[in-house]
């Protein structure tokens, strides 16, 4: 066996493949656990032995070539990571993405025919993106002597079977993938070796203007209908309105609180467009003082921000799509998910850009909306998933066919929502407040917020400070906490009365500042700021009827005077 020191589950996945000496096996394994270590100890032997003569490694982007031949060369093996012509002398193999294969599969057939090869098929699931692309791995990787396939989620949409896995037929007639070695995301937090994800949900009061040009006000979360969640996500992460400084604000203080323990912890906000990340660039530069790295796509240059990113300081970076899969961002300890995207595949790769572990004591803080579907894939994390062949499509709110259409309206394009550009949708103004945790498989609902004072939401899961056992039973204790103070305060009526009028004023409010806005191109996180200054007082969220009257009020007298 290799020297390469492993940890458990990559010596039992390891042991395992030296019994079986298959030619073809899945390994399914969270990110962050160590696929490339792996997979490379596997080639590692396998080329000592002279069981191969050569290793073709293909993955998903460019960057991971890169990200691939800097850690084969730690075992000895000189990949190719831009591979061009023939291959040079000295060179164990090469690397090539999943759509270069695809250009030229046949040239890459006679390469791998023409010497024994192990072929490394890294986050496999993309052989099913395209009928072109698994058509191409097939032809390319059929002569291979030994085929690996790594995926970190192995679930996929369509109908389209992952090349080289094997399915077994289930008794719904659907067919579903079987890994050889599988390690998820609870077994790796039970063992250490990934950090466990505290969940930040921020709902808060929405306002937009539908294609109908109606008016709406609701609140983040609450019960509504398909298109109105949409558009109600689309206006908290809409970078005017008030609810994304925010949460980037709250995001920012956390960062700050753990790099006091770790200097070079890193932020990450994924957005969903070009723009968006633009603009989200805009706001984290005059709230630190500090330009983040801004990644827009899989372009020139981008693999190198990111290298850059990875190995610097600098406290934020911002990127669309680039960094959800596979980028190993070691730093990474904070994000915001500020996309539209909400497909469980989506969601578990930008994830995995914040488990992988580095220190004892260390807790990942993603910050996301409080809408039920990106809750429930939160609360899912440690659900393991296989690649289901055949299943029925039975309306349109079927889990594998949304994440099929919002999957391939991701990919088609990074560029504004089509629908904000047609002009059939538009935010208003929005705020932020804080909703609800989620933690090591329990959710610390809205009854709690009262109860988690400043100190609390600083002080959860900062490395050094607090142990994630230590973060859950805080987290119950606040709730016990709350949920015994919940008879008392059902007999106090006034105080639903005022909750209600204060819900109704705050709609009021959202939608004389959405009216301002539009009158004077005023910001609304601008006019609220000014609203706050003259009339005294919290945020809008918890303004008290009287305050929240009196910015009614100040507004409709500016109004006035504006007219007049």
């Not at 918890?542 to 006035?560: G, H, N």
Request: hydrophobic share 40%; aromatic share 6%; charged share 25%.
């Amino acid at each position: 066996m290799p020297s390469q020191r492993l940890r458990a589950w990559q010596r039992d996945a390891f042991e395992l493949y030296s019994r079986r000496e298959p030619r073809d096996f899945l390994t399914v394994a969270t990110p962050g656990a160590g696929k490339t270590t792996f997979a490379l100890t596997i080639a590692a032997d396998l080329m000592h032995r002279g069981v191969v003569e050569r290793i073709v490694v293909v993955t998903p982007t460019d960057h991971l070539k890169t990200q691939w031949a800097l850690a084969a060369s730690g075992l000895g093996i000189r990949l190719e990571p831009a591979l061009s012509g023939a291959l040079a002398p000295g060179f164990d193999g090469y690397c090539v993405t999943y759509a270069g294969l695809s250009v030229n599969p046949n040239g890459h057939r006679v390469r791998i025919d023409a010497r024994k090869t192990l072929v490394i098929l890294d986050e496999v699931h993309h052989a099913g993106d395209s009928l072109s692309w698994g058509d191409a791995v097939q032809e390319a990787c059929e002569g291979a002597v030994r085929r690996l396939s790594l995926t970190g989620t192995p679930f996929r949409s369509d109908d389209s079977p992952i090349p080289f896995v094997t399915y077994e037929p289930q008794r719904d007639g659907t067919k579903q993938s079987v890994a050889d070695y599988s390690y998820n995301y609870g077994r790796a937090l039970r063992d250490g070796v990934v950090r466990p994800v505290l969940f930040m949900a921020y709902s808060g009061q929405m306002h937009w203007r539908t294609r109908a040009g109606d008016e709406v006000a609701a609140r983040l979360g609450e019960p509504l209908t398909k298109d109105a969640t949409a558009q109600a996500l689309r206006t908290a992460l809409d970078p005017e309105g008030a609810w994304m400084p925010t949460v980037l604000r709250a995001a920012h203080r956390r960062l700050l609180e753990v790099r006091r323990d770790i200097p070079d912890a890193g932020g990450l906000v994924i957005a969903s467009d070009q723009d968006s990340a633009r603009a989200y660039a805009r706001l984290l530069t005059d709230l630190t003082g500090e330009r983040p790295t801004v990644v827009l796509s899989d372009e020139a240059g981008a693999s190198g921000r990111i290298a850059e990113f990875s190995a610097s300081m600098s406290p934020w970076m911002v990127a669309v799509r680039m960094v959800s899969e596979g980028v190993d961002v070691p730093r990474l300890a904070v994000g915001v998910y500020a996309t539209t995207i909400a497909t469980p595949l989506f969601f578990a790769q930008a994830v995995g850009r914040f488990v992988r572990a580095r220190r004892r004591g260390e807790t990942a803080s993603v910050f996301l909306p409080s809408v039920a579907g990106l809750l429930a894939l939160a609360a899912d994390l440690e659900v393991e998933r296989d690649h289901v062949v055949g299943r029925p499509v039975k309306d349109e709110d079927d889990l594998f066919a949304a994440e099929a259409e919002m999957l391939a309206r991701a990919q088609a394009g990074e560029s504004a929502s089509a629908e904000l550009e047609q002009g059939t949708y538009q935010a208003l103004g929005s705020e932020a407040d804080f909703d609800r945790v989620l933690f090591d498989g329990g959710e610390y609902a809205a009854q709690i917020s009262d109860s988690l004072d400043d100190d609390d939401l600083d002080f959860l899961g900062i490395p050094g400070l607090l142990e994630a056992d230590q973060v859950a039973e805080l987290l119950r204790a606040k709730r016990s906490k709350a949920s015994a103070a919940a008879p008392r305060a059902a007999t106090r009526t006034a105080e639903d009365v005022a909750h209600e009028r204060r819900s109704e004023l705050r709609r009021e409010l959202n939608g004389l500042v959405g009216a301002w806005h539009h009158r004077t191109g005023q910001p609304h996180g601008v006019t609220h700021a000014q609203l706050r200054t003259e009339t005294g007082g919290p945020a809008a969220a918890q303004a008290t009827v009287e305050q929240l009257q009196r910015r009614i009020d100040l507004l409709r007298r500016w109004a006035l005077r504006a007219s007049g």
